[in-house]
Structures are given as C-alpha cells and as structure tokens.
C-alpha cells in the first residue's frame, strides 16, 4: 500500500516517492484542505513534534510546515537562523542533526549545501525532510507545485509546462521537473544558455521517457504553455556577482506577454518574486502562486501525516 511506503521514511529527493506514492499525497492532501483553512479540527499529531533546522533564509517553507504541524494537533520547534545555534560556534551538521533528532518525531532541514539532507539523514534517528539543500532538490516544494497543477488545471500529464527562469541552481525545478516526468508532462525549459538546466539533468528527464525541449526565448513558448512556472534567479548560488548582474531581469512576465498566453493559462513561482512577475499580473486569472504558496499547508499535513503514519 502507498501509505505503507512513506511511514517512517525521509524525504530527501523527489525520486524517493514512487509514482503511487506522489498521487497519494496529493489525495491525502485534497482531504486536508479544509483544516488547512482553519475550517475543521484535527488532532492526529497531538502530542507529537516536528524540529526545524533552517541554516538559510525561509519564509514559506518554514512556516508552512509549522502551519501545517499545528493544524494537525503537533507541535514545532527549532532555528530559522543559524547564528542562534550552535552552528555559529562551529558544531557540524551531523552533530546538530544527531542531538536534535532525539528531540523530535521528524525534522525538517534547509542548508546551503547540496547534499546537506542525505547527510542528516544519515546521522538522525528520525525521518528527515528535505526543504532545500543548495542547488539540489525541494522535494516538498514539487509536490505543492503537483497539487497546485492538479487542482487548477486537471491532469498533470496532459499539461504543457514551461520551466522559466534559473534553471542551473534551481532546486525547485530540478525537483520538479522530474516529478512531471514521472506524469508524461511535457516540458519547455525555458533559461539563457548560461542558466539552462545542468546537461546530465536533462538526460535523466529524457531517459524516463519526457518529453522536453529547450528554448531561450519566453515569448516563442508563452502562445503554448498550460502552466508558466517561473522561478527567481538564484544570487545567493552565485559564485561571481557579474555573471548574476548579466542574467537579472532576462524574464518578466506582465500583462503584455500574457495577452499571447491561452486564456487557460496558470502562472506559477515558488516565491520569492524580485521582479520576474510584475505585480499587475497579480489580479488576472492567471495568477495562482499566492493559492500555490497556501497548499504548501494541505500538502506538508499530508506528508507529515503519512510519515509519522497518523492515519488520514
Ligand atoms: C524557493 C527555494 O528556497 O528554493 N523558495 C521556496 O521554498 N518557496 C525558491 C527561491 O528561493 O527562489
């Protein structure tokens, strides 16, 4: 049984979840809605907690989660900044994540460093969810952007999505994209050269079977596309600020480049936007990234649920 496969278990990749595995979640998750919204009250995580361990900046991620911990009956705890942990007195990750884990039923981390979450995974003796390590994965991040996809559009197989933005060091992308591969989705990734989606990333995407093409220019695809999923140039990832000074504002999507758009089409972002989609689009029927950042709710219940096996 599906739910069988996510008890007990971290949620490092995206590649961690099988196909049934995904679906579930966003089932679990469709029956969350309304306690996410405050409208019924669920109990199943009472006494139970979950450890945030948040080395980088988060607004979203970090919040949602605890949202979601509470609207379940459970509670947080944790650090949204490292220099109030021992981190800043040079404790290693392994160490934090050793001693935290017999604090809590589950712990959450974000770290600078691509490959930081396989590492606690392996020092914790509970699960451990990734919510973005680097440039790597934000697999909880895909499933929110799967529901959002679903609930708004329908089938997330039978979309035409367009990637747009940093591909390179985007980890919401790199995610993502292999979580529609796992769906048939077909894909348009959309980047200047120098950001475009790393070549052996790709070839993955190609070999389970997606359908992906590659384009520089927005205003070639924006005429296609069922979902625009725009992502923020990541600066932090950066190791030469003239090369992030030369790619900054490549994408805006206003309401001019929507006029070519279907009427159908759906804007997504996993926010922050620093511009790439100008706030007039905002109070169009395309915009869905602020409905996107509240299923991050719905979403991470249904998997905390599933993992601490709570039962729906
Ligand atoms: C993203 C992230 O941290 O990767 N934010 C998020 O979790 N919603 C995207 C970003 O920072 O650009």
Known sequence: MAQQGLRGKSLVHIQDLSLPDIEHVLDVADKMVP????KQRVTSAQGRLLATLF???STRTRLSFEAAMARLGGQSLGFSEPKTSSAAKGETLADTVRVTSQYADVIVVRHPQEGAARLAQRFSRVPVINAGDGAGQHPTQTLLDLFTIRREKGPIGQQRVALVGDLKYGRTVHSLAQGLARFGTEMVL????TLQMPRDQVEDLKHAGA????????EE???SADVLYVTRIQKERFPDLEEYRKV????TVDAELLAQAKRSAIVLHPLPR???IDPEVDSTQHAKYFQQAFYGVPVRMAILSLILGLGE
């Not at 306690?35 to 405050?38: D, K, M, Q, S």
């Not at 359908?211 to 927005?218: E, S």
């Not at 900054?248 to 994408?251: E, F, L, M, V, W």
Request: charged share 15%.
């Open 55 to 57: 080395f980088e900046p």
């Open 274 to 276: 620093v511009g790439e």
């Open 221 to 223: 695809v924006v005429g």
């Open 211 to 218: 359908r992906v093409t590659l384009a520089t220019r927005l």
């Open 248 to 251: 900054a504002g490549t994408y």
């Open 35 to 38: 306690a996410a919204e405050g």
């Open 190 to 193: 959309v980047a200047p050269p």
